[in-house]
């Protein structure tokens, strides 16, 4: 039998789901992304003087490079299952997609990819058990 996997993700987190006969085994993956607001500068002694910028280019190399490690954390925990199926109601699903198809050594074969809104823990599993069994 097959290894069936989905993964419904988020920025803050994932929740992996294998499937087994009888039952699912879901893990929850944190994503630790900072969530931030760059804070303006400062202004100088004098009165209507020049504000000092600040570099968003540090807040956005910083979130990118968090994003990277976080789906390859997402990579690394499903490495050895053969089939996938991602979900989920932001960007990250189609980050994750991104990075898949970055990587030509990624052995697991992507079945699909779904738009959902946010589940609770037995929906994600009827989800993931729905999609499979219609294949």
Do not use: C
Request: charged letters at 35%.
């Amino acid at each position: 039998m097959k290894k069936q996997t989905g993964i419904w993700l988020d920025f803050k987190e994932a929740f992996i789901i294998e499937l087994d006969k009888a039952e699912a085994k879901v893990n929850k993956t944190l994503s630790e992304i900072d969530h931030f607001h760059p804070k303006g500068g400062a202004r100088s002694k004098t009165p209507y003087g020049p504000m000092d910028n600040i570099s968003e280019r540090t807040y956005l190399e910083r979130r990118k490079a968090q994003d990277k490690a976080y789906f390859e954390k997402l990579m690394d925990a499903v490495q050895y299952t053969d089939e996938l199926f991602i979900f989920g109601p932001a960007e990250a699903k189609d980050g994750l997609l991104k990075a898949i198809k970055s990587n030509p050594g990624f052995k697991p074969y992507l079945k699909g990819i779904e738009r959902a809104d946010s589940m609770t823990e037995n929906q994600r599993v009827a989800k993931v058990r729905d999609f499979f069994d219609s294949i």
